[in-house]
């Protein structure tokens, strides 16, 4: 309102939509204010409420709300980015933001409660994930598994066999349920499918949780194996169940996902990674809860990335994402060390490098020297097994959105090295993780600059760098992450120096459960505000 003596702030202008101007020639004449809804948390003009924003009806389908911290509806509901209520509110009625559901604990997300307590069981997991994390100082994950490592699995699989003879013995169902299906994994770690399907064949189910496990692997197995639809099929299935464990469960099933990988059976390079971060989270999980903070072992020669961030140690502490939590809750960011397992970024550096190196991704920026992958099958796994850590950090109920890798180098013909602009994300982004896997020379230093203040309302464009003063510089070494509000802190990095080869990091997005992601990704209006 011209009236007004608090001006448009920046950033918020009448725009066009549906191919008709809304501007003040859709105000009522005579109006001072145009009166329009407004969500309850009240995030708009101080000295009024009625400006800066007007009703206006293009459709019947669609409606339109422009305001400070107001963004836009859809569906003839009105759309809040500032506060997240993307359930609306109707003429004349305030609505109060959505309620958002707590994140679960981290033993109802890793369904803790189901495991065995017998100590024999126990220490076959410990040697389980011992045998496991010493494949991570091999060259390639490509390389085939030896006799000698072949026959420390097979010494493995004995021991969970006489568990689950003893536990057959006993009468202790779970425990023997659990035995015989880690034998089974046993032979999925080595790519033995046939052997994995008679295994889980004979394994007797109870409950929702076992018949759930045993279609999740056996989905795997498929998938492995070139049938997606089977796969597709298995996982959905696996999901049907009772439990907040659904919120770690592998989002590649979900639309609209799924239509990316019709052809993924004829892409193999992913394949041995995907055997191998199957088992090994499996295996973490229950460490954590045998072990707590004694499963992690610190990297050794770790490259220090500051003061600033809290230790998550990959899950196993509690401590630590309790305080990122706090962090996070009073700033919209928080840098959380030790994110990442070491043996994941070593799989996760084993797995892109290849995929950069034989061209199966080589859709290259040359303005911003980067070469990305959007969705890899590898990057939606790990999207949904970090999701319990990043909703104890957050607090609250979150889904995973998409992953993205980022390598960055400079190749022949680009107009200069590699840098990411200052920017502001998608609506699907409204929490982004960004984690460093890998680099040459191995200690480069490449922080990520984010702006501390909040910047509305939120969209996604290309911004100007925020003062320093505003700004914290994230030094993510190896394994590290940081987590901030991509919609409403400006972010970017500054150019790779000439003796910076090249940096890969892996970028995983997250956003609200009321949040509809197929409707998103599949509307026919792609442009912004949405």
């Not at 696996?238 to 059976?265: C, H, I, M």
């Not at 502001?424 to 984690?435: C, E, K, L, P």
């Not at 970017?492 to 000439?498: A, C, G, P």
């Amino acid at each position: 309102s011209q009236e007004c003596s608090n001006p448009l702030p920046d950033g918020v202008a009448f725009r066009r939509f549906e191919n008709r101007r809304v501007g003040v020639k859709a105000q009522k004449p005579g109006k001072k204010h145009v009166e329009l809804d407004y969500c309850q948390c009240e995030q708009l003009c101080n000295e009024n409420k009625k400006c800066w924003g007007f009703n206006y009806r293009a459709s019947k389908r669609f409606c339109w709300l422009l305001t400070k911290k107001q963004d836009y509806l859809k569906l003839g509901s009105w759309y809040c980015p500032f506060c997240e209520n993307a359930r609306g509110f109707q003429v004349g009625i305030r609505t109060p933001p959505p309620q958002k559901s707590a994140a679960p604990s981290m033993a109802e997300l890793w369904s803790w409660n189901t495991l065995p307590q017998t100590d024999s069981y126990k220490q076959a997991v410990h040697e389980f994930i011992t045998l496991v994390l010493s494949w991570k100082t091999v060259d390639s994950i490509e390389d085939k598994i030896g006799k000698d490592f072949d026959q420390k699995l097979n010494s493995v699989a004995s021991k969970f066999a006489s568990v689950a003879a003893e536990s057959e013995a006993s009468g202790d169902h779970n425990t023997k349920f659990h035995a015989e299906y880690m034998q089974a994994l046993r032979y999925f770690f080595s790519g033995n499918m046939k052997k994995v399907r008679t295994l889980l064949g004979k394994i007797k189910r109870e409950s929702k949780y076992e018949q759930a496990a045993v279609a999740r692997v056996l989905s795997y197995v498929h998938e492995l194996d070139g049938d997606v639809d089977k796969a597709l099929h298995l996982l959905d299935s696996s999901r049907n169940f009772d439990g907040p464990s659904n919120a770690t469960y592998d989002v590649w099933v979900e639309q609209p996902r799924k239509q990316y990988y019709a052809n993924l059976n004829t892409q193999s390079v992913y394949k041995k990674c995907l055997q191998k971060f199957v088992v090994f989270r499996v295996l973490w999980s229950q460490q954590c809860l045998y072990k707590g903070v004694e499963a992690w072992t610190p990297p050794a020669n770790r490259h220090p990335g500051g003061a600033l961030g809290f230790s998550v140690k990959a899950g196993a502490d509690p401590e630590g994402y309790k305080a990122a939590r706090d962090f996070f809750a009073k700033n919209g960011f928080v840098i959380m060390r030790d994110f990442l397992h070491p043996w994941e970024v070593h799989m996760l550096d084993s797995h892109f490098s290849q995929a950069v190196s034989k061209k199966i991704y080589d859709d290259h920026d040359p303005d911003l020297g980067r070469t990305p992958a959007y969705n890899d099958r590898i990057g939606v796994f790990l999207n949904s097994v970090v999701s319990p850590i990043i909703q104890q950090v957050i607090g609250y109920v979150v889904q995973p959105s998409y992953s993205f890798l980022c390598h960055y180098e400079r190749y022949p013909g680009d107009t200069y090295n590699p840098m990411l602009r200052a920017h502001t994300d998608r609506t699907d982004n409204q929490y982004t993780v960004s984690a460093t896997i890998y680099s040459e020379p191995r200690d480069t230093k490449w922080p990520v600059y984010v702006d501390t203040d909040i910047l509305t309302p939120p969209a996604s464009a290309w911004r100007e760098r925020s003062p320093e003063k505003q700004t914290i510089e994230a030094q993510i070494p190896f394994g590290d992450a940081v987590l901030f509000r991509g919609r409403y802190h400006r972010h970017w990095r500054n150019h790779l120096t000439d003796e910076q080869q090249y940096v890969g990091s892996i970028l995983t997005h997250f956003v609200d459960t009321d949040l509809d992601l197929h409707w998103l990704n599949t509307r026919k209006d792609k442009e912004e505000p949405w």
